[in-house]
């Protein structure tokens, strides 16, 4: 099985800075990887698929880069609607997929 | 618009049974694959189980094989979760979700239910 290893565990940021999560494979996902954003109460929502493309109705200040065992989130300016918990998770080897613990996104 | 609506979740005793549902609407059920992912309280994802899109492959997570059944009925629109010999660390909101590939798996999820809260305890 996979690990994936996110880091950091917390980022504060301030609104309109930017934000650059990282996530790490324990063996290469090829571009096999993608992003979830989840709000409190709320199910994830997919953000990023094949490491680098939005997902439907993602904002542009989302971009999602790396492939094999180093990956990065990056949200340009953060809006007050960003603040939220983020997965990645691999696909490339299956079953199972593994999701990351998470970074949590707060308000500096 | 796509909806996947959970039901199911509820109270149950260790070693009890439990039969989560998902009704989803907004798009051609039949045509894909569907996954079950479950979250611990205050903890992460954890991928659960798979059934392709004509009940044809399903896959299962090391912690619930053997005790979960994944199955689906295409003329109802609905997936299923059938939980046995449950366990306090099966204790989890149940999400069911879209495999985002029509026909083909591609084992990431666009679309995820608001998810149904199961809790095992005594």
């Known amino acids: 099985e996979i690990v994936m290893t996110q880091s950091p565990a917390t980022l504060s940021v301030s609104p309109g800075e930017r934000a650059t999560l990282s996530c790490r494979a324990s063996?290469?996902?090829?571009?096999?990887l993608a992003w979830y954003q989840q709000k409190p109460g709320q199910a994830p929502r997919l953000l990023i698929y094949?490491?680098?493309t939005r997902a439907t109705g993602i904002p542009a200040r989302f971009s999602g880069s790396g492939s094999g065992t180093e990956f990065t989130l990056t949200i340009s300016s953060l809006q007050s609607e960003d603040f939220a918990v983020y997965y990645c998770?691999?696909?490339?080897?299956?079953?199972?997929?593994?999701f990351g613990q998470g970074t949590k996104v707060e308000i500096k | 618009q796509v909806q996947l609506v959970e039901s199911g979740g509820g109270v149950v005793q260790p070693g009890g049974s439990l039969r989560l549902s998902c009704a989803a609407s907004?798009?051609?059920?039949?045509?894909?694959?569907m996954h079950w992912v479950r979250q611990a309280p205050g903890k992460g994802l954890e991928w659960v189980a798979f059934?392709?899109?004509?009940?044809?492959?399903?896959y299962y997570a090391d912690s619930v094989k053997g005790r979960f059944t994944i199955s689906r009925d295409n003329s109802k629109n609905t997936l299923y979760l059938q939980m046995n010999s449950l366990r306090a660390e099966d204790t989890a909101v149940y999400y069911c979700?879209?495999?985002?590939?029509?026909?083909?798996?591609?084992?990431?999820?666009?679309?995820w239910g608001q998810g149904t809260l199961v809790t095992v305890s005594s």
């Open positions: 979700a879209k495999d985002l590939g029509q026909w083909l798996v591609l084992w990431y999820f666009d679309y």
């Open positions: 907004g798009f051609t059920f039949s045509s894909y694959g």
């Open positions: 059934i392709r899109y004509d009940g044809s492959n399903k």
């Open positions: 063996q290469s996902v090829s571009s096999n």
């Open positions: 094949g490491a680098s």
């Open positions: 998770q691999q696909y490339n080897n299956w079953p199972p997929c593994t």
